[in-house]
């Protein structure tokens, strides 16, 4: 990456971060079976780095290719990021809504114990199954980095996959001290209420962007 202004790189890498943690962070199969995992000490390892690399890849995908496309067509990109903006107003709108009432996530921690192949083939097919994985790490997170700056485009990439990293990682490793936190409903309505607000600013910046490239 080239050497650049802490003032550029810092709110780029922490938008890309943000993003991501908005997006990742919600009750689901994905995340039910890194916790289970790590409830059971089993395969921990190998299953929080296949998802984290799985989401890094995913996204460099979307960014670099996103920037491709979009990198001769200012109208289009400029069409991307409203309708980017939308769907993270929206999606904001979604969290605040769950944030009302009471919910929970929870992994079984019973059963007959898994090979490794086994961990990892279904840490593979819970991620990339999943149709909204292409939706949010290539479509809407690709597009919104597209935006960036050619020499900051990297930047936004490792935040977001700081993000999936940290947050995998936390979640495999920590599942034994986070489980009880994740079973109260209260403490999922707290953080959908924050992963709200957090999208809703950051709609407002990609909308303030792309009226400033208009």
């Known amino acids: 990456m080239p050497s650049l202004p802490l003032t550029q790189i810092l709110p780029v890498f922490v938008q890309g971060l943000l993003l991501s943690l908005g997006l990742i962070v919600a009750i689901g199969a994905q995340n039910a079976f890194v916790l289970r995992q790590g409830l059971r000490r089993e395969h921990v390892a190998p299953v929080v780095l296949f998802c984290a690399l799985a989401d890094a890849l995913l996204i460099t995908a979307g960014v670099l290719g996103m920037a491709q496309a979009l990198g001769n067509s200012p109208g ?18 979604q969290a605040l809504r769950r944030a009302q ?25 819970f ?24 020499g900051l485009q990297g930047w936004f990439i490792a935040g977001a996959s700081i993000a999936s990293l940290g947050w995998f990682t936390a979640l495999g490793f920590g599942a034994r001290w986070l489980a009880p936190f994740f079973a109260r409903p209260r403490a999922w309505q707290v953080l959908d209420g924050l992963i709200g607000l957090t ?13 400033a490239g208009a």
Not at 199 to 211: G, K, N, S, T
Request: proline share 2%; charged share 5%; net charge positive.
């Open 76 to 93: 289009v990109a400029r069409a991307m990021a409203l309708a980017g903006a939308s769907f993270l107003a929206w999606y904001g709108w």
């Open 199 to 211: 999208m809703w600013v950051l709609a407002a910046l990609l909308v303030r962007h792309a009226l």
């Open 127 to 150: 991620t990339l199954l999943n149709p909204h994985v292409y939706l949010d790490t290539v479509l809407l997170v690709g597009s919104i980095g597209a935006q960036q700056p050619a």
């Open 101 to 125: 009432r009471a919910s929970q996530l929870q992994a079984a921690g019973g059963g007959a114990g898994l090979t490794r192949g086994a961990a990892l083939a279904q840490a593979a097919a």
